[in-house]
Antibody, heavy 119, light 105 residues
Framework: QVQLKESGPGLVKPSETLSLTCTVS??????????WTWIRQPPGKTLEWIGN???????NYNSSLKSRVSISVDTSKNQFSLRLSSVTAADTATYFC???????????WGQGILVTVSS | IQMTQSPSSLSASVGDRVTITCRAS??????LNWYQHKPGQAPRLLIY???VLQTGVPSRFRGSGSGTDFTLTISSLQPEDFATYYC?????????FGQGTRVDI
């Protein structure tokens, strides 16, 4: 059973960088068919796909965030991470990490972590 | 690709048949998935590739459709089914979700 768990600060100041880590157990971030994905959900809104990392470091990003987002992988710790720079209140959301099987469907998700952007 | 779900919310009783529809702004073939989400929990994959039940999902859940129009049906609503349901397309990047359908008692 694959399990994912998000970690990181729950409060970030405007203009700073949001940094989150997803720790994977029961699966490997080195897998060639899994795409390790970040998704967010602002309060009262729907889910938004942020991007993914695959094949030990290749990435895809949502063009709406591309200039501010970076996703990386640490195979030694079986983790992948999200960095979102220059945050504003609009980046306040619950952030989820998930496994995308072969870019077809998101079969395992973390519980999510609420990140609030506020001074 | 824009995904439009309807209704945005509905009220139903245990035992009711519930139908949720999802329309894609362009043809997505069979690249359509459904998720269930309860507050404070991880979203759960219910159905992938239009109609394939994820392991462990009860058979009262059924997915159908093709092209641009898709449906999630719960044949007999159970107490544990009260949640928000999302469709998602995996045909084109960025992956996009419907706005959600909240199923209330």
């Amino acid at each position: 059973q694959v399990q994912l768990k998000e970690s990181g600060p729950g409060l970030v100041k405007p203009s700073e960088t949001l940094s989150l880590t997803c720790t994977v157990s029961g699966g490997s971030v080195s897998s060639s068919i899994d795409y390790w994905t970040w998704i967010r959900q602002p309060p009262g809104k729907t889910l938004e796909w942020i991007g993914n990392v695959f094949d030990r470091g290749s990435t895809n990003y949502n063009s709406s965030l591309k200039s501010r987002v970076s996703i990386s992988v640490d195979t030694s710790k079986n983790q992948f991470s999200l960095r979102l720079s220059s945050v504003t209140a609009a980046d306040t959301a619950t952030y989820f990490c998930a496994r995308d099987w072969s870019e077809r469907y998101l079969d395992y998700w973390g519980q999510g972590i609420l990140v609030t952007v506020s001074s | 690709i824009q995904m439009t779900q309807s209704p945005s919310s509905l009220s139903a009783s245990v035992g009711d048949r519930v139908t949720i529809t999802c329309r894609a702004s362009q043809k997505i073939y069979n690249y359509l998935n459904w998720y269930q989400h309860k507050p404070g929990q991880a979203p759960r994959l219910l159905i992938y590739t239009v109609s394939v039940l994820q392991t462990g999902v009860p058979s009262r859940f059924r997915g159908s459709g093709s092209g641009t129009d898709f449906t999630l049906t719960i044949s007999s609503l159970q107490p544990e089914d009260f949640a928000t349901y999302y469709c998602q397309q995996s045909h084109t990047a960025p992956r996009t979700f419907g706005q959600g359908t909240r199923v209330d008692i």
